[in-house]
Structures are given as structure tokens and as C-alpha cells.
């Protein structure tokens, strides 16, 4: 059993950062990939961006050049650096994995937290 905890969310003026964590439990932590999606009030769930046991990200187009995912596998924890915060980007974020398998795929998600809420006010 893998358990997610996101942490970090609140409210934040337009043009304002806020980083997110997410803390894993296990130990398979470092050998999987994770991600990071969030939801709008009255939208569907969207995926944020991604990164692998490895490091490499990718970003949805509507984050890209603003936010930035990084992962500290000695703390069991993957990261949402959120800059350039727009209302827009308004939503709970919640962080998820496809435990052991290096690279994130969306069909496979196995474990999700349970979100953290990001306000932002223009």
C-alpha cells in the first residue's frame, strides 16, 4: 500500500508562487514515476505535468514555463513549483503514481492523494 500526501496549497494573489509537496510511503519510490493534476471547480481532472524515476518532466501546455516539477527520492517526496500564478490556475492538486514503472503513463495510475487546494485572486 502506497499512501500520497500532498501539502502546501493556499491562497495567493495573481503573479504569486506557491510550491507543493507530495510525501510518498514504501520504498518503491524512486524507481517510479509520478505526476501531478489538478481540478477546477466544475471541470474535469487535468493532467499538470509528469516526471520519472529518472527526472525528466513534461508539462501541460497551459503550465509550461511557469511551473516546474523536481523530486527528492532521499525524502520520498515529488514537488510542484508553481510561479507566474494566474486565477486560472485555481484548483485542488492532487499528485499520483504508477507505482514501479519509471515513466508516468495516465491509464495506469494505481495510488492518488487526496489534493491539496490552490487559490489564486486576481
Known amino acids: 500500500q502506497v499512501h500520497l500526501v500532498e501539502s502546501g496549497g493556499g491562497l495567493v494573489q495573481a503573479g504569486g508562487s506557491l510550491r507543493l509537496s507530495c510525501a510518498a510511503s514504501?520504498?518503491?519510490?524512486?524507481?517510479?514515476?509520478m505526476a501531478w493534476y489538478r481540478q477546477a471547480p466544475g471541470k474535469q481532472r487535468e493532467l499538470v505535468g509528469t516526471i520519472t524515476s529518472g527526472g525528466s518532466t513534461t508539462y501541460a501546455d497551459s503550465v509550461k514555463g511557469r511551473f516546474t516539477i523536481s523530486r527528492d527520492n532521499a525524502k520520498n517526496t515529488v514537488y510542484l513549483q508553481m510561479n507566474s500564478l494566474k486565477p486560472e490556475d485555481t484548483a485542488v492538486y492532487y499528485c499520483a503514481t504508477t507505482i514501479s514503472y519509471p515513466v508516468f503513463r495516465p491509464d495506469g495510475v494505481n495510488y492518488w492523494g487526496k489534493g491539496t487546494r490552490v487559490t489564486v485572486s486576481s
Open positions: 514504501g520504498t518503491r519510490f524512486s524507481i517510479s514515476a
